[in-house]
């Protein structure tokens, strides 16, 4: 029997009664689905519940085989090895016993011969140098994804579950994993941003606060499917508009002519030639006739206006984000920040980087990329003034402006708007409220405590606050910006950055991020020399 999950009239609520999901139906058979929807509508709850580890507060969900989930394995036991990850610490220890010539008949019995050399193709595949021993807290945490990535293909389950199974990965990781999942022909769950990875999927499974809706197909057929449903809905608001246009000149032409025929008839009577008890009779069929004939016209103009109504908020949630920013002024020769013969780190004996030299001249969008642990988060603090430069020279020559991932320039205690305010001091409540609008924190959504706002939320929040009012800083600096954020988010902000024509010096690996904004050049620190 082939194996499949299937979710019936599955429903979930938080602790405190706020519905998640509701009615969701859905089948997962032996293919790859990539799951994906906004920040917070519960993607990650659905895992757990098809995994076993939460129980639906509704409906049910039925498996036929195996499922295995990545460990998102951030901290470790000290002792714990990739035998034990693997679950293979018994067998391993039997195989030794016996090729030390103390096994067992029990041992020899059972023995696996072909383990070490199994075990040997799953680290291989995944690009991953270690042995049975190797303790998973001397490896990075990029390659302890790796290694948890191995140790499902070695277990072969008949299901995957994955939960953002690249993020913090450097760019070999992430290409790993891409070709583990590009291989896999058994059935797969994957919750990602990553659209690179969600290209390689069968099926895209959209997770909304009204259900789930299935598409088939990567992420580029999701997104033209998107595509047709906008163009779709602005051509149901163009015709919903048209029916009231068409409506209100009715309306007129029939006031008008009623006005002309009322008149008529009050000539009519003043002449005295008709009976008065005809002109009652005639004038009451026609006050009977022009209230139907309101009541109808009333009707179908609601109809239009709910019509219209309902198109523009498809178009609210389907529509991507456009920005139009103020220039910086930056010239294209104007020379921006130099780095030369950098040594940075926090021992001065052993130095993390070494002579890192680096010019960006006018508007240059440049990423800054390397293995983990290379050190371009140091980097970045040694550019940004947090940490001061063990040898070298660092010359910023233009105003500048840092985002990290946690968008520490804004203080979670304020709204929204009082962090513009106080990070545009020259700006007035209306110069705010429109550059906030344009970032989509309309009205009361730019009174928000931005300490209360999701990730993609404050990172936008961010970005209008540095780049939405009079005069944007000439050099942007990001780190790993898109991490943690939903793709609708990460979209956002690529379109708030196609607009600005400053400078970009950006940490990412998120390789369609990088390329949706126009980066230009690359520059790429070495591994780390204990690697």
């Not at 992430?174 to 919750?191: H, P, T, Y």
């Not at 002449?271 to 009652?280: A, S």
């Not at 002024?329 to 130095?351: F, I, N, T």
């Amino acid at each position: 029997m082939s194996s499949f999950i299937a979710l019936h009239d599955l429903a979930w609520s938080t602790p405190d009664g706020r519905p998640l999901f509701s009615d969701i139906t859905l089948q997962f058979g032996a293919e790859r689905t990539g799951l994906v929807g906004r920040n917070g509508v519960g993607k990650t709850t659905l895992l757990r519940l098809i995994a076993g580890t939460l129980e639906p507060r509704q409906g049910k969900i039925t498996t036929c085989g195996t499922i295995a989930i990545l460990r998102q394995t951030v901290m470790v036991d000290a002792e714990e090895t990739i035998a034990d990850l693997f679950g293979i610490a018994d067998a391993l220890a039997r195989l030794r016993r016996a090729a030390s010539g103390q096994a067992t008949a029990e041992d020899m019995a059972v023995a696996d011969w072909s383990l070490e050399a199994r075990l040997a193709d799953a680290l291989a595949q995944m690009d991953l140098v270690a042995d049975p021993d190797t303790r998973l807290a001397t490896l990075s945490g990029g390659q302890r994804t790796r290694a948890g990535l191995a140790a499902l293909a070695f277990a072969a389950p008949d299901f995957l579950i994955l939960d953002e199974p690249t993020n913090n990965l450097d760019r070999d990781g992430r290409e790993a994993v891409l070709r583990f999942l590009a291989d896999w022909r058994s059935g797969a769950i994957v919750v990602s941003h990553d659209r690179d990875l969600l290209e390689t999927m069968d099926a895209i499974v959209e997770l909304t606060t009204l259900g789930a809706a299935r598409f088939g197909g990567g992420w580029s057929a999701y997104r033209a499917r998107k595509a047709q449903e906008l163009a779709a809905a602005r051509h149901d608001l163009a015709s919903a508009e048209r029916k009231i246009s068409e409506l209100d000149r009715n309306a007129r032409t029939i006031a008008e002519r009623k006005a002309r025929k009322d008149g008529a008839g009050k000539r009519k009577a003043a002449k005295g030639d008709q009976p008065k008890i005809l002109l009652g009779a005639m004038k009451e069929r026609a006050q009977n006739t022009s209230a139907d004939n309101a009541r109808i016209a009333e009707g179908r103009r609601e109809e239009a206006l709910a019509a219209a109504t309902a198109a523009r908020a498809r178009i609210e949630v389907l529509q991507p984000l456009e920005v139009a920013l103020a220039p910086t002024g930056l010239a294209r020769q104007k020379l921006v920040l130099q780095l030369d013969r950098v040594e940075a780190g926090h021992d001065a004996a052993r130095p993390l980087l070494r002579d890192v030299s680096l010019t960006i001249t006018g508007p240059e969008r440049v990423a800054l990329s390397g293995p983990n642990g290379a050190g371009k988060t140091t980097l970045l603090k040694v550019i940004t003034g947090a940490l001061a430069p063990i040898g070298g020279a660092v010359r910023r020559q233009t105003p500048f402006a840092f985002l990290d991932q946690n968008v520490g320039l804004l203080d979670p205690g304020e709204t929204v708007r009082d962090a513009f305010l106080r990070l545009n001091p020259g700006s007035n409540e209306n110069a705010c409220r429109a550059a906030l609008a344009r970032f989509m924190f309309r009205a009361d959504a730019a009174l928000q405590v931005t300490g209360a706002l999701s990730g993609g939320q404050m990172l936008r929040a961010g970005l209008a606050c540095v780049l939405g009012g009079p005069a944007p800083p000439p050099l942007l600096i990001l780190d790993e910006p898109t991490n943690h954020l939903d793709i609708e988010a990460i979209e956002a902000v690529e379109a708030g950055l196609r607009s600005y024509d400053g400078a970009l010096l950006v940490v990412s690996h998120d390789e369609a991020f990088l390329q949706a904004i126009g980066i230009e050049r690359r520059i790429c620190l070495p591994p780390p020399r204990h690697a």
